[in-house]
């Protein structure tokens, strides 16, 4: 019932960009803070951003902090990730995630709380 839609995946040169889009069903998204991880190979799934619904306040991962960038349209129930200057060790499957309680702050996180996953999309280096 609830699902997160990961897209826009796919191969990029190094310095190149990719928006990727997660499409919630089942919830409205005004309601939830969201976040994007990915996981590559070998390696463990990480953060990278998270982005609150109550104020739109934002938090970014070192490795991405001035090259990615997270939004959302709650008119639309999706969260993108802008990622600019792409980099060989981006190659990765990106996830998007919501809390499956209801939150606006991206302190679930590190709280312990259930987290609903999307399935995942691809990005990899053309490289």
């Known amino acids: 019932q609830v699902q997160l839609a990961e897209s826009g995946g796919g191969l990029v040169q190094p310095g190149g960009s990719l928006r990727l889009s997660c499409a919630a069903s089942g919830f409205s998204l005004e309601y939830y803070a969201m976040a994007w991880f990915r996981q590559a190979p070998g390696k463990e799934r990480e953060g990278i951003s998270c982005?609150?619904?109550?104020?739109?306040?934002?938090d970014y991962a070192d490795f991405v902090k001035g090259r990615f960038s997270i939004s959302r349209d709650n008119a639309k129930n999706t969260v993108y990730l802008q990622m600019d200057s792409l980099r060989p060790a981006g190659t990765a499957v990106y996830y998007c995630?919501?809390?499956?309680?209801?939150?606006?702050?991206?302190?679930?996180?590190?709280?312990?709380?259930?987290?609903?996953w999307g399935q995942g999309t691809q990005v990899s280096d053309s490289s």
């Open positions: 995630a919501a809390p499956a309680i209801a939150g606006t702050s991206c302190d679930w996180l590190r709280g312990g709380l259930e987290t609903v």
């Open positions: 982005i609150s619904s109550s104020d739109g306040s934002t």
